[in-house]
């Protein structure tokens, strides 16, 4: 297996960024796409649904144990730690980090340590920090990092967070991001002998 796995991090703003993104991107992506937006543990599991109405791929909140494939969208459910462990999700009631569960460093860690050199890290609005080491830890195992241009987030503070922390990372429009990220994960489902730190 070489597919790609993309993770996606928001938060203030995060709906309208993501219904963007998830128009930018291909019904045939040869990834599977896990979303972590910040929300209140008593949220109603309305985001799939209306993330749905932008996306040309299927959208559903995970539940544990849940298989990943590739040309699914998966949320991360309110109040549980999201990870990514091989070929499956797991939840977890973890405490809070960074006073978020969801967490998205903890979603793009576990990610980057299943995926290696196929996760693309992608961190959007947002009003903390959250997302900037889980991202420098997808660069560091070989992985792709994306951020919103902050000028163009709603709240810029989580996108300049992870920008100082992987200045290399692409910083890009919000339109301009599904289209990079599709041509990215092509580019891992191609590429031989690609690095992994998860299953072949």
Known sequence: MREAIVVVGASWGGL??????????????PAAVVVVQHRSKDSESLLASLLQDHSRLPVAEVEDKDPIASGRIYIAPPDYHLLVDGPTFSLSVDAPVKYSRPSIDVTFVSAADAYGARAVGVVLTGANDDGSRGLRRIVDRGGHAVVQRPETAEVATMPAAALRMVPEAASLAIDEIGPHVAR???????????????PA
């Open 184 to 198: 990215v994960c092509v580019g891992v489902a191609t590429r031989p002998g690609a690095r992994s730190g998860g």
């Open 16 to 29: 309208a960024a993501l219904s963007e993104l998830m128009e930018g991107l291909p019904g045939d992506l």
